[in-house]
């Protein structure tokens, strides 16, 4: 799963401490493309360009389709981002792992295209960002007492065994699991935090990290692999004892 947010973050900090490289004059075109195609509202082009799914921050739903981007365009491109790129310059386009986004000046990562110019997302709007809160509000009111407390929601998946949550809070990074079959109404079977969030280098993806005495619970999300092994694609729990994996499990990442 592509975390353009968490890369845009990153990056924003990057740009102001290292010398951005030359960027290839064909990608300025690129983007100058998808700015103009904004500004006129030519949605249709834009959701024929995307590269789907769009993967957005939980627990907003991902883009699936040219007639999901339709649907969500004003979401996903409002009044503030559109404000925002009045002052796109050239300058602004970084380049991380071969993909392309606005990062610098007023920008935070808003808009990522790959090298051959296809859209890859967007970091959430203002307009996005309140229908988050609102669909988080919801979420809260469901969870039970004593876990209702987080700022931000990193991961939901399940695995054969296992519904996990993985929130931002602040006491640092929470786990939270429950046995299949229950839900977060429930009290939970496990809970821990101080948890450690690590990108997994130049190959993309994300580790986290949870200690418990001598077990650790570690997820990985793994976005890049070999072609002849799709396989090794995906997010994947590993429980470990005093170092040693005992058990794996592939996750199926949910809202």
């Known amino acids: 799963m592509k975390k353009i947010l968490k890369i845009s973050l990153l990056l924003s900090i990057s740009f102001t401490c290292n010398a951005q490289r030359k960027i290839n004059s064909a990608i300025i075109e690129k983007f100058d493309r998808i700015v103009r195609l904004i500004k006129y509202d030519s949605v249709a082009t834009l959701a024929s360009l995307a590269q789907y799914p769009i993967t957005r921050e939980n627990p907003l739903p991902d883009i699936n389709s040219t007639k999901e981007f339709i649907a969500n365009y004003r979401i996903m491109v409002d009044s503030g981002l559109k404000?925002?790129?009045?002052?796109?310059?050239?300058?602004?386009?970084?380049?991380?792992?071969?993909?392309?986004?606005?990062?610098?000046?007023?920008?935070?990562?808003?808009?990522?295209?790959?090298?051959?110019?296809?859209?890859?997302?967007?970091v959430p709007s203002e307009t996005e960002d309140k229908l988050m809160q609102k669909m988080n509000d919801d979420i809260r009111g469901k969870m039970y007492s004593s876990i209702k407390k987080w700022k931000r929601n990193i991961l939901v998946c399940t695995t054969e065994k296992y519904l996990i949550r993985v929130d931002e809070t602040d006491e640092g990074l929470r786990y939270i699991s429950w046995s299949n079959g229950h839900s977060i109404s429930e009290k939970p079977d496990l809970i821990l935090y101080g948890g450690k969030e690590e990108a997994q280098g130049e190959m993309g993806g994300w580790t986290y990290t949870f200690k418990n005495g001598k077990w650790g619970y570690v997820i990985d999300e793994v976005e890049l692999c070999e072609d002849d092994k799709p396989q090794d694609c995906g997010t994947f729990l590993r429980i470990e004892y005093d170092g040693v994996e005992k058990y794996t499990y592939r996750c199926t990442e949910t809202k």
């Open 83 to 122: 404000e925002k790129l009045k002052q796109f310059s050239d300058s602004d386009i970084f380049e991380h792992n071969g993909n392309y986004g606005l990062v610098g000046g007023v920008f935070d990562g808003d808009i990522w295209l790959n090298e051959n110019g296809v859209l890859l997302g967007f």
